[in-house]
């Protein structure tokens, strides 16, 4: 193989890295009827995918998700599976713990917000997810590893 494609591919695959990690990190959600934050959900990345798992509740931190066994939805996985492209994360599932629905999940930064959108083939839902700015001391992602939850 020629050394210039052998350079090309790789700052081709340090740029995807890059850019998909500007997508790591701690993030409120919002509710969408009351407008108030609900939960704060960290990204994290293990091995070369993305996965969101919900560190904090702003209400109620001994709700349980309408899942098998009832766990709670503090600590669990909501978010897996998700690969970097172009310009957005795609390609896995996002969780509603209150109904216990799964959805096909694909992300991107609008600013510094996180846009969501969980959906059914062409139909769907986006929710923006604002950068958390809490003091609160929250886990660290060097040491999560996920846990999908099994419906």
Same mark, same amino acid.
Request: aromatic share 10%.
């Given at each position: 193989?020629?050394?210039?494609?052998?350079?090309?591919?790789?700052?081709?695959?340090?740029?995807?890295?890059?850019?998909?990690? @500007?997508? *790591?990190? %701690?993030?409120?959600? &919002?509710?969408?009827?009351? =407008?108030?934050? #609900?939960?704060?959900?960290?990204?994290? !990345?293990?091995?070369?995918?993305?996965?969101?798992?919900?560190?904090?509740?702003?209400?109620?931190?001994?709700?349980?998700?309408?899942?098998?066994? @009832?766990? *709670?939805? %503090?600590?669990?996985? &909501?978010?897996?599976?998700? =690969?970097?492209? #172009?310009?957005?994360?795609?390609?896995? !599932?996002?969780?509603?713990?209150?109904?216990?629905?799964?959805?096909?999940?694909?992300?991107?930064?609008?600013?510094?917000?996180?846009?969501?959108?969980?959906?059914?083939?062409?139909?769907?839902?986006?929710?923006?997810?604002?950068?958390?700015?809490?003091?609160?001391?929250?886990?660290?992602?060097?040491?999560?590893?996920?846990?999908?939850?099994?419906?």
């Amino acid at each position: 193989m020629n050394i210039k494609k052998i350079f090309f591919a790789a700052i081709c695959c340090a740029t995807l890295t890059t850019f998909a990690d @500007n997508f *790591k990190g %701690l993030w409120t959600t &919002i509710d969408d009827e009351t =407008k108030e934050q #609900k939960s704060v959900v960290q990204i994290y !990345k293990h091995e070369d995918m993305y996965f969101g798992r919900i560190v904090h509740l702003f209400k109620n931190p001994d709700a349980t998700a309408k899942l098998p066994n @009832n766990p *709670k939805i %503090l600590g669990l996985d &909501i978010i897996w599976n998700m =690969k970097p492209t #172009k310009d957005k994360l795609n390609g896995g !599932k996002i969780l509603d713990p209150k109904k216990g629905s799964v959805y096909s999940c694909e992300m991107w930064r609008d600013n510094e917000n996180l846009i969501v959108r969980g959906k059914i083939a062409f139909f769907g839902r986006n929710q923006t997810w604002v950068p958390y700015k809490g003091d609160e001391v929250l886990p660290k992602t060097e040491t999560i590893t996920p846990a999908i939850p099994v419906k």
